[in-house]
């Protein structure tokens, strides 16, 4: 099964190996399928191109979106509202939150009502992170520069522009919401895809099935 890079649009194998595929292709009945040895139709691979460009498009920018702290400051501030802490329903209490958060303008361009909707929390879920958040916004810090992830809110860890004071800003820029990662999945997926149909027989070749 020796590699061979001479024409690597035609076939990635040596000649010994090409033929002891052959052979095994015409063995192989598959119960009396046959299979040919076609080239991959160009609709077709029109169509995952588009398929993959259509993903890209269409979910911009939410690939790899984190939640910041800063998303869920307003869901913190209304936990201390008189008309949220009357309610002792945890459901009920949730939906009011969220109804008093509706519209509530925009983050880094996006609007925030949106954002909260792709990363819902229960109520339980904000009273753990409620004092950690709460002490965030005593201490001045950016709010945006601290992920929430799972019951911790932590510093992010992207390493940005550096900002006026010296230190490095830590939000996710717009281009990183997870293209990067994905674009080395896709690389892999196509590079392994091309590697196995050219280790086939080149498609000049056709199996004869015993003459059917």
């Not at 909707?117 to 992170?129: A, F, V, Y």
């Not at 996710?172 to 280790?199: A, E, N, S």
């Amino acid at each position: 099964m020796a590699w061979n890079f001479d024409k690597p649009l035609v076939t990635m194998v040596d000649a010994a190996t090409n033929e002891a595929d052959k052979a095994l292709w015409e063995k192989e009945n598959l119960g009396g399928i046959t299979e040919d040895n076609n080239r991959m139709p160009m609709p077709v691979v029109m169509l995952v191109i588009l398929t993959v460009l259509t993903a890209f498009a269409v979910t911009f920018p939410l690939w790899g979106q984190r939640p910041t702290a800063a998303l869920y400051a307003g869901y913190v501030k209304s936990m201390n509202l008189p008309e949220v802490m009357a309610i002792k329903d945890d459901d009920e209490a949730m939906k009011k939150i969220v109804q008093l958060n509706k519209g509530t303008g925009t983050m880094d361009g996006r609007s925030m009502e949106d954002m909260l909707e792709r990363h819902p929390l229960s109520m339980n879920d904000l009273r753990i992170i409620k004092p950690q958040i709460e002490a965030l916004m005593a201490s001045g810090v950016d709010l945006g520069e601290y992920t929430v992830v799972g019951n911790q809110v932590v510093l992010a860890n992207f390493q940005g522009n550096l900002k006026a004071d010296g230190t490095i800003e830590r939000k996710q820029p717009w281009w990183d919401k997870g293209y990067t990662i994905d674009i080395f999945y896709l690389t892999y997926f196509f590079t392994m895809v091309i590697l196995l149909i050219k280790r086939l027989p080149p498609s000049s070749w056709q199996p004869r099935h015993n003459n059917h």
